[in-house]
């Protein structure tokens, strides 16, 4: 079983930057895909940001695209979000989330395809 914890979430202001880190624990997590899934304050889920199995690719929300980057550490069994630029609409929990891929280096977009989530990490941007 693979335990996913998050880690780094707080109250910022705008336009300053955040890093958060997940680690997994349980099983080694290189042979899987990762990413970020966020649910603002009253609003459904939604993807923001995915990282194949190998790193070679990643993909972004519209939303995030520019200002957030994806990346992953196999060696120590972690992922990473750096948020720059944070805006008022980017308050959500985040939740990490990783599924395995077995052959495929693949990014995936559809929460529903992740078979693993941490608990998730408050972030709060403040105007």
């Known amino acids: 079983q693979v335990q996913l914890v998050e880690s780094g979430g707080r109250l910022v202001q705008v336009g300053r930057s955040l890093r958060l880190s997940c680690t997994s624990s349980?099983?080694?997590?290189?042979?899987?895909?990762m990413g970020w899934i966020r649910q603002p304050p009253g609003k459904e889920r939604e993807f923001v940001a995915g990282i194949s199995w190998s790193g070679s690719f990643t993909d972004y929300s519209d939303a995030v695209k520019g200002r957030f980057d994806i990346s992953r550490d196999n060696a120590k069994n972690t992922v990473y979000l750096q948020m720059l630029n944070l805006r008022p609409e980017d308050t959500a929990v985040y939740y990490c989330?990783?599924?395995?891929?077995?052959?495929?280096?693949?990014?995936?977009?559809?929460?529903?395809?992740?078979?693993?989530w941490g608990q998730g990490t408050q972030v709060t941007v403040s105007s």
């Open positions: 989330v990783g599924k395995t891929s077995g052959r495929l280096d693949y990014v995936h977009r559809d929460p529903d395809e992740y078979t693993y």
């Open positions: 349980g099983r080694t997590t290189s042979n899987y895909a």
